[in-house]
C-alpha cells in the first residue's frame, strides 16, 4: 500500500505564466506577491506577473524581503502584512526560497499564534490563503511540496513546517522563467535536484510510483545539466530541466529523501553555504555509503547515466561535477572536526530517516569528514 499526494493542479511548458491571471481570478481579488530582494526585478519577471493579475482586475502587495535560507522573522513579516493589507491570495514567484516563504505566508495567515508555534511543533489546523508557486529555478521543487525550510535563528535549527495545507492550489511552472539563471545557480540548483530524484529513488519509502518518476527524472537532469551550464539560453535544455525537477519533486514529495539532505540542512543552517552546493558536495559520499544497500537501483542509475556498474553511476556523479565546477570539498567555508558534532546532532530528521542504509554517528562523521 502506498498514498500518493500532488498539488490541486499543475501547469507546465514555456508561456504558462500568461496563464496566471485566468487562475487566480478563481482564488482570490488581492494578492500578496512573495519573491527575493532583487533578482525577478532585474529579469523583469516581477513587472510580467504583476501586469498579468492587474490586466485581469486583481490588486497586488509586494513582499520582497525573501533571502537564501529563509528564517522565520522573514515569514512572520510576510503574514503581517498579508494582513494587515487584507490579501486574499498569496503568489511566491523565485526559487526555493521564495515559494517556502511564500506557502508559509499563506498557511499561517490563516492561524491563531505565530509561525514560531508551529516550526517548534503545534499542529496546523486551518487552511489558510490560496497560494500559487511560479517556479524560476529548475532544482528545488518547493512548487509541489506540503513543506517550507525554515531557519529558527534563536535555535540555530534548520527544518520543515510541514502541513497538506501547504499544497499549492497551483503550480505554474515555465521553463522561460528559468533562462536567467547564471551558471553557478544553475549548477547548484540542478544539483539539488540531480539529488532529489536519485534519494527518492533509493529511500526505503520508496514505491512503483515514485520509482518511475524518480528514475527518469535522474535521467533528464544528469544529461540536461550541463548543456543548461554551459550554454543558459539553450531552451530545450532549459525545458528538460525543468521537467525533470518537476518530475523529481512529484517522486520526493511522496517518497522522501536521505542523508545528503539529513546532512545538509544543519550544514546550511551553521554555515550559510546554498543548499544545493551542500548536496552536490555530499551525494557522491553518501552514494558511496548507500551503495551496499541499493546496489540494484544504483545499477539502473548506471545505466541510465551511460556506465554499466552500480559503481559507476557514483563515478559518473563525480564526472558531471568536475564539468559544472562543483567543488569537491567544503574547504573556505570553516568547518572543523570541531563542528562534527553539532552537524551530527541535527541531522537526524525524516529524510535521515529514510535513507536506505542506517548510519551511525561515526558513520556519518565519516562521511563528513571526507569534505571539509
Not at 60 to 84: M, Q, Y
Not at 158 to 168: E, N, V, Y
Not at 250 to 256: D, H, I, R, T, V
Not at 349 to 365: C, G, T
Request: with cysteine.
Amino acid at each position: 500500500m502506498f498514498t500518493l499526494m500532488y498539488p490541486t493542479k499543475i501547469i507546465f511548458g514555456e508561456g504558462v505564466l500568461e496563464l496566471l491571471g485566468k487562475e487566480a481570478k478563481c482564488l482570490g481579488t488581492k494578492a500578496l506577491l512573495v519573491t527575493g530582494r532583487s533578482a525577478m526585478q532585474r529579469a523583469g519577471a516581477l513587472d510580467r506577473v504583476r501586469q498579468i493579475l492587474m490586466s485581469r482586475g486583481l490588486g497586488t502587495c509586494l513582499f520582497d524581503h525573501v533571502e537564501r535560507d529563509p528564517c522565520l522573522s522573514i515569514v512572520d513579516r510576510g503574514v503581517k502584512l498579508a494582513r494587515s493589507e487584507e490579501c486574499d491570495l498569496v503568489v511566491a514567484l523565485g526559487g526555493g526560497s521564495a515559494i517556502d516563504v511564500g506557502k508559509a505566508i499563506a498557511v499561517i495567515a490563516g492561524q491563531e499564534g505565530t509561525i514560531w508555534d508551529y516550526h517548534r511543533g503545534r499542529e496546523i489546523e486551518n487552511s489558510g490563503l490560496p497560494f500559487v508557486a511560479i517556479p524560476t529555478t529548475a532544482g528545488t521543487g518547493a512548487e509541489i511540496t506540503n513543506n517550507a525550510v525554515l531557519i529558527d535563528r534563536e535555535k540555530e535549527v534548520k527544518k520543515s513546517l510541514r502541513s497538506p495545507m501547504m499544497i499549492a492550489r497551483l503550480a505554474l511552472v515555465d521553463p522561460e522563467l528559468t533562462v536567467t539563471m547564471p551558471p553557478e545557480i544553475t549548477a547548484q540548483t540542478g544539483m539539488d535536484a540531480l539529488t532529489q530524484a536519485i534519494e527518492a529513488y533509493v529511500t526505503r519509502a520508496s514505491n512503483p510510483v515514485t520509482d518511475i518518476l524518480a528514475l527518469r527524472a535522474a535521467e533528464i537532469i544528469y544529461h540536461n545539466l550541463p548543456v543548461a551550464v554551459e550554454d543558459s539560453h539553450n531552451r530545450q535544455a532549459r525545458y528538460q530541466m525543468a521537467l525533470g525537477s518537476l518530475l523529481g519533486a512529484m517522486a520526493f514529495s511522496n517518497s522522501g529523501l536521505g542523508a545528503v539532505h539529513g546532512l545538509a540542512h544543519p550544514i546550511g543552517a551553521l554555515f550559510n553555504i546554498p543548499h544545493g552546493l551542500v548536496c552536490a558536495v555530499l551525494l557522491p559520499h553518501v552514494m558511496s555509503f548507500n551503495l551496499q544497500s541499493s546496489r540494484d537501483k544504483y545499477y539502473q542509475l548506471a545505466v541510465a547515466f551511460g556506465a554499466d556498474t552500480a559503481e559507476g553511476s557514483i563515478e559518473k556523479i563525480r564526472e558531471l561535477e568536475r564539468r559544472i565546477k562543483i567543488p569537491e570539498s567544503f574547504k573556505g567555508y570553516g568547518i572543523s572536526e570541531f563542528d562534527l558534532d553539532r552537524i551530527v546532532s541535527g541531522a537526524r530528521s525524516s529524510s535521515m530517516s529514510k535513507n536506505p542504509r542506517e548510519a551511525s554517528d561515526e558513520e556519518l562523521k565519516g562521511i563528513l569528514l571526507a569534505v571539509i
